[in-house]
Each structure stands twice: as C-alpha cells, then as structure tokens.
C-alpha cells in the first residue's frame, strides 16, 4: 500500500565562509549548494507492516516521513500511500495518516487536552459515537485517566507525550508515522509508549512506520528495518539478518570463579575491550565469535577454563549500526 | 458545513483561553480604553490649523478615522492574534501539524484566535460617526448606510488579504520579529483620507496596498460621495486582493521546508 | 554573571550580532520597510502646507523634520522586546540564563550590531536631507551637535528600558504583545514620530512634555533641526534622562521579579 519509487529531494542550501567580511559580502553574492537529503529511494510496504527507519543523523530518514506524509514535495520520483499521492495532500488522504513529531506538539499548550482532542474530532469528521468509543480504547491503553482535564503546560513530558498519541489518534489513522517517539522519555515511558504502539497497530490493523535511535524501540517493534544512509538506501529486510550480514559474530560472556589472564582466551576469538588491555587477569572477559564457531568456542572454554558463568548475546545492535555507518563512511 | 463547525470549535477554544487568564482578561479591556486617544489626536492637531485637510472638512475626515478605528478592531481582535499563531509554528516547527490536518491551512490558521475585548473598538468607531455627523449637522440616509456596509465589507476583505500577504512573508523570513510593527506602520496612513498624498502616493495607496478602499471608500460611503463606479471598483480590488493574497499563501506553503528534520 | 565576563564577551557579542543582521536579507528589508512612516508623512505635511506653513512648518521644515525623524528612528529603534516574548514564553530564556552574560546586555548587544547596517540605511537619507533642504534646516551649533548625540543615547535607551520592561512583563501576563502594540500607538502619536509636538494644542503639549514618548523621537530631532537654545535643551535632556533612570529602576525590579517567577514555573 506504499510504493516509493526513485524518490529524491533535493536541497539548495546557502553557503557561507566564517569571518565578518565574509558575512557582510554574503548580502549581495550568495553561493548554493544541492544537499541530497533523499537521494534515489525504492521501496514496498503493506499493510499492517511495521517498519522501523534506521540511519545516522541527516540520513533523510524524517525526511521521507515527510514525503510520506506530504509535507514535503519530492524533487522527483514516485510515491504512493493506499492509493493517493501525498504531495496533493487530499483531505481523503490526510484523514487516514497521522505524524507524530517527538519533541514537537500538537497539544494546545494552555488548554486541557481534551480540548485538542475535540477539535481534532472536528477538524477529522469523527462521528460522535466512534470519537467516544476511540477516546474510552485510548484512554484505558495509555492510562490517561484525569490527566485529560488539566491544562497541557502542567503535565510532565511523559504524561505530555501520552496525550499527544492520543490527540493523534481521534481519527484512527491507518497509517502511522512516528518520528523519534521515545526521544526524551524515561525508560518506563519508552516501553509504554513501544508497547502502546504495538498494540495499536495490533488492534486496528495499522500499518507504522518508525524512525528512532533508540535501537530498543527498533528491535521491539520492527520486525522489518530499511537502513538509510546519506540519502541511499542501504538495507531492507528482517532486523535478524542485518545483524547477521553486518556483524555474524555471537558475544560470549565468561565469567570466572579465579582470575583468568586473556592470553588463556585470545584464542577463542575476538576480545571485547573497553579500554587498554591492563595485562592483569579479569573476572570476566566477554569474545565475539563468529556464529558458526559458537559451539565449539562454548566446549573449550567450558572444559579448559574455570567458567562459572557463561552467556552468548548477539551483539549490541548500537554496534552493528556504528559499524554499518563506518562502512558507509569509508564507502 | 463542517468548516461552519470548525469555526465554532475554534471560537470556543478562543473563548476559553481568554477566560483561563483572568488578569489578561481584565488588562485587555482596561487597555483598550486608551486606544481611543491615539486615534484622534493627529486630525484633531492637523485640523485645529487648517479648516479643510485638502477637500475634507473635519466632520467628513472624521469619518475616515472612524472607519480607521474600526478596522483597527477587527485587526487586533480578529486576524492579527490568529495570525501571529502562523509565526509561532514557524518559529517552534508545529506548522507541519496544521499542514498534516485535513482542513484549508489559511482558515485553520486564520480562526486560531479571537480577541474578545477588541469590539469595544467597534462601539468607539461609532461613537466617531456621531461626533462626525454632529459636527456635519446632519445625519446618514439609509442608503449611504447601505452602501457604507458593503464598502466596509470590501474593507474588511482587503485588510486581511493584506495581512495573509505580511504574514506569508514569515515563510521566507527566518527571523520575523517585527512583521506586526511592518504592518502596523504601513497600516496607519489609512487615517488619512487618501486625497491628502501627493499623486504617486495616492496611486500607491489605491492600487498597490490599498489603504484607501479600506478607510477613505467607506467614509465617502457613509457621506453619501461614493461613485457607484467606485463602489464597484472597491468591491473588484477586494476580490483581487483576496485571490491575490491566497495565491501568494499556496506558493509560501508550497515553498516551506520544514528543514532541520 | 559578572560585569568583567560581559565586557570581555561584549565585542564577540557585537560581531556575532552583525553576522546576524547581515545573514537574514529578508529580515533587512521588513525592518527597513517598517520604518518608512515619516517618509509618508513627510508626503502628507508637504501637500498639506503646500497652501501655507502650519504653525512654523513650511515646507522645508516639514521636510527637515521628517527626514530627521527618518533618521534617529534608524539610530533608536530596538526591537528586544519580540526576542524577549518569544524566548520567556517558550522557556528558551533558560538558555541565556545560564551564560556568563547577563541576557539584557545581550539583547542591548544585538541591538547595538544591528547599528553599522542601519547606518548604511541612514545615510543616504541624510545626504538626499543636506541637498535638498540646504544647510540651514540643520543647526550649526556644536554644541548642539553635542547635546544632539547625548539625546540619542537618551531616547536609544529609553527605547530600549521599554523594550525590555514590556518584556519583562511577558513573564507575568500572556498579552505583553498587546501592551507591546498599545505602547507602539501612543508612541507613533505622542513622540513626535508622526507629528511635530510642537503643533500640538497646549494641553496636550503640557502632558506630552512630561511623557517619555517624546524623549524617544522627539527631542532628538528637535535639536538636530536647532529648534531649541541652548539652556532650553539641557532642561529637556534633562527630563529625557530622567526618564532613563526611570527605566533602568522599573527593568531592574521588573527583571528580578520575573525571573523569580520564572524560576519557580520552570521551562
């Protein structure tokens, strides 16, 4: 249900040299550039899929949410969301997606939710009964309880955040957009917040598309990941295999009952450091292995070493992006 | 239908937040008061050494300023708090959330505010006819009533045709601190009966920002001295000006990048 | 914050100050554009005296006048007080806060970079002013000249305690900006920006006299165009920096109980 084909947006921006002189001449001569923000793009999304939008910062990934959601126009390409091109912005369309911005709200700021949520009940069209029946879902999902009633600037930032789902959701969109959601919240937030997500998309079938840092809320929700990086895109497919095809390494943790020195494991594989080797013997030294090796590298370790704890991990997925990004750096 | 509901929605909301700050509420109207005096101090200054400003006698440009005072009201009460909303989005980055809603960008943006306490301009502007009409030793027939209310309907178009073309200048202005104090400066001449500039001035003030549909035409209006023709014409500039005005809006919509994504 | 940190910091602060101006050619040409009223009512007195002076304006003296006006508003003006309403409001004042400089004497920085570029601005005008109008219409007096200079630092001031005053009241009232807006109209009327004060009616003028309206415009003007002795403007500028004081006293009380409240309510 959407199709993105050859999508590029393309920026002219103003360059200037640092220094006052420089400035001043920049009142009557301006040099541009074109900074591809989006640069050639293709991909397929059906419907009720959940896909999470990975990439560094100034990737293009808020980028093509907003192509997505038409609110910006591409420099060329094709896209189609469900049928409608989103740079038209049809109010058909517009009533079936929705964008949350984290750190951006749509909230009235001196007046209580619940006054947004009505207005956004008439902007949307909902009829009465579904608008209440939504609302009553939403609030027992979310835990809004009382917080509807008091003015939005004397909410904290979770509570905020948990309202401005709910104003965006009056209308049941079908098509989620989510860019960085969890940014800024606590840690039990977050998991509220991914685990409402989910239940949403669950319940009524949306399809969801997410942009975040935050790999916690990727590897969650986002059975599906497409990498984007410097406007390319990198990678599309099961979050499982990216971590496989960047880094097929396993993370084994030992951990031991007497002090072992790493020339005892430099063997088995790679050793994990956090700083200079200190040429002491640890308590615990934790190897990425390449996965097949796994289980002959758990049997040695186990008959030769005095292991009194062992764990195998994937590795921490920040790493597998940093490493995708280096790569895409050096490339 | 539903924009008719929108609007009410809208209004509500206005209404609310001007009663949840009670003090403001009871500022606004005590300010408003003072507003009165500015509005008349200029022509009475400038009459006070001359009988006649050019063809205008003192009864007759007081008309002028009571059609200045009006809109003035439905500046401050009814566009300019709504639009300064536009600024406020582009300045925090929540326009997208205007643009994502489907309903027209321009009535969203334009019902966002009201000011409640700004009618009390609307009473003052009457208060200056009478004076006016006292001073003329007459009174208006019906018909110049008439006329006068769809000249102030032209009026009203243009002013805030005229406003849409400010504020659009804020999608391509970064830094739009002053866009009130631009408007307000260029807003004051029309308390001036537009004859009283020079040739290329009037000119200006008739076709290019037109000051003088929204104050001289209504108070030629009021007097009875209104050419039908220039009714006509009014009427004309208003829908130019608002065709203009929202094309103008499409293409600043069109044009802003919500950068820094 | 100490007052060594902000003098070492106060010549970047400028520099970075004129980058800004500079950066944004739009905003140059909004705020050039919002200040050509006394152009248009130079148009207006022109056609109006052209039967004959009013009170001792003929023409060339409505001429002097505005072009004069023209130019000390380029000198004068200050707009901190969005900057400020904007930044109280959504809490970004923290940001200032937590620098070495005191954000009043950041703002009064910005407004002070902004200066060379409206300078630019002034000056063509005030050649056009010496052509046109002839050397007569602009005192000779040095001492004058003087008195002139001392009065722009006056009404700059004052114009910018103002600023800062009704900006410091965002910080207790959601409608500064209508305060903002209602000081703005009188100030238009009374200050002598859209009209002499000298021709004003006597009562008026009596009022007007011990107003700070016409400490911001007026008086300037007034003596770049000679029109007071020597003894005569040193009363006045006396009256115009008492009118300072007063707005160095109310920002400063303004200022602190504002930040308390700020403070206590969080960003």
């Not at chain 1, 192509?67 to 969301?81: N, Q």
């Not at chain 1, 796994?294 to 704890?309: I, K, Q």
Request: with cysteine.
């Amino acid at each position: 249900m959407i199709r993105v084909r050859g999508l590029r947006k393309h920026y002219k921006v103003h360059e200037r040299p640092p220094g006052v002189a420089a400035a001043f001449r920049s009142l009557f001569h301006r040099e541009y550039k074109t900074v591809a923000a989006v640069d050639g793009i293709d991909f397929r999304i059906e419907p009720g899929e959940r896909v999470g939008f990975l990439g560094p910062n100034g990737a293009g990934k808020t980028t093509t949410l907003k192509l997505l959601a038409g609110l910006l126009h591409p420099t060329s390409g094709e896209v189609s969301v469900d049928g409608h091109e989103p740079r038209r912005r049809e109010d058909a369309y517009l009533k079936k997606i929705m964008l949350v911005l984290g750190q951006k709200q749509q909230l009235l700021w001196d007046l209580p939710p619940s006054e947004t949520f009505e207005l956004n009940r008439a902007v949307y069209d909902v009829p009465r009964a579904q608008f209440v029946e939504t609302m009553r879902e939403l609030s027992e999902l979310l835990e809004l309880g009382d917080l509807v009633k008091r003015p939005t600037r004397t909410l904290s930032l979770g509570e905020r955040m948990k309202c401005e789902l709910a104003a965006a959701l009056v209308h049941r969109p079908q098509v989620l957009f989510l860019d960085e959601p969890t940014i800024g919240l606590d840690v039990s937030m977050q998991a509220t917040v991914r685990g409402f997500v989910q239940r949403y998309n669950e319940r009524y079938g949306a399809t969801l598309i997410l942009t975040s840092h935050y790999m916690e809320d990727v590897q969650r929700l986002c059975p599906r990941v497409i990498v984007i990086d410097k406007g390319k895109l990198v990678y599309d497919g099961a979050l499982e295999e990216l971590v496989t095809r960047i880094r097929p390494d396993k993370r084994i943790i030992l951990r031991f009952s007497r002090p072992v020195d790493e020339s005892e494991v430099a063997s088995f594989g790679t050793i994990v450091r956090d700083g200079e080797p200190t040429g002491a013997p640890c308590w615990s030294i934790a190897l990425d292995v390449h996965m097949d090796a796994v289980n002959r590298v758990v049997t040695e370790a186990l008959s030769r070493l005095p292991v009194r704890d062992l764990t195998v991990e994937s590795p921490p997925l920040e790493e597998v992006m940093s490493e995708l990004f280096a790569r895409g750096k050096a490339s | 239908m539903r924009y008719a509901r929108l609007l009410l929605m809208q209004v509500r909301a206005s209404m609310l937040l001007a009663l949840q700050y009670r003090a403001d509420f009871l500022l606004d109207g005590f300010v408003e008061i003072f507003w009165m005096v500015p509005a008349i101090v200029p022509l009475a200054v400038v009459f006070r050494v001359r009988p006649h400003l050019g063809e205008w006698s003192f009864g007759e440009a007081l008309m002028v300023v009571g059609w200045f005072t009006f809109l003035q009201g439905v500046l401050e009460g009814v566009i300019n708090p709504s639009l300064v909303t536009v600024v406020d989005h582009i300045r925090k980055g929540t326009l997208d959330f205007v643009l994502l809603k489907p309903a027209d960008a321009q009535f969203l943006v334009s019902t966002a505010r009201f000011q409640p306490w700004q009618c009390v301009n609307v009473f003052t502007a009457v208060g200056i006819f009478v004076w006016g009409f006292v001073v003329l030793g007459r009174g208006p027939t019906p018909a110049d009533i008439g006329v006068a209310t769809v000249a102030m309907l032209a009026a009203v178009v243009a002013l805030y045709s005229l406003w849409i073309l400010t504020v659009s200048a804020a999608f391509y202005v970064v830094r739009i601190d002053n866009l009130s104090q631009l408007f307000n400066a260029i807003f004051d001449a029309a308390r001036w009966p537009v004859s009283v500039f020079p040739r290329v001035v009037r000119l200006l003030f008739t076709f290019v920002i037109p000051l003088a549909l929204m104050t001289t035409y209504p108070a030629r209006a009021l007097l009875g001295t209104l050419p039908w023709a220039t009714l006509a014409g009014a009427l004309g500039g208003g829908i130019i000006a608002f065709t203009v005005a929202r094309i103008v809006w499409k293409a600043s919509i069109a044009r802003y990048t919500s950068a820094g994504g | 914050m100490s007052l060594r940190s902000t003098v070492t910091a106060f010549p970047t602060l400028l520099r970075v100050g004129f980058m800004d101006a500079v950066a944004y050619r739009a905003e140059l040409l909004v705020w050039m554009l919002a200040t050509t009223m006394p152009l248009v009512m130079l148009a207006l007195f022109t056609t109006v005296a052209a039967d004959g002076p009013i009170g001792r304006y003929g023409q060339p003296q409505f001429i002097a006048y505005f072009l004069a006006t023209f130019i000390v508003r380029q000198l004068t003006g200050s707009w901190a007080f969005y900057e400020m309403n904007f930044e109280v409001r959504s809490g970004t004042l923290a940001m200032r806060l937590l620098r070495p400089v005191h954000p009043l004497w950041a703002y009064a920085a910005e407004n002070l970079a902004a200066l060379p570029m409206r300078l630019l601005v002034s000056l063509p005008v005030a050649a056009v002013a010496l052509v046109w109008v002839g050397r007569q219409a602009t005192t000779h007096d040095p001492v004058m000249w003087g008195l002139f200079a001392v009065s722009v630092l006056g009404a700059w001031l004052i114009t910018l305690f103002v600023n800062f005053a009704v900006g410091c009241l965002s910080f207790f009232v959601e409608s500064s900006m209508k305060l903002m807006d209602t000081w703005l109209v009188f100030f238009f009327v009374l200050s002598g920006y859209l009209i002499p004060v000298d021709l004003f009616p006597h009562g008026v003028r009596a009022v007007v006299d011990w107003l700070p309206f016409r400490y911001q415009i007026g008086l300037p003007v007034e003596l770049m165009t000679g029109a007071h002795g020597t003894a005569h403007a040193l009363g006045l500028l006396g009256r115009q920096w008492m009118w300072v004081a007063i707005g160095l006293g109310t920002t400063s009380v303004l200022w602190r109980s504002g930040l308390r409240r700020f403070a206590a309510y969080g960003g």
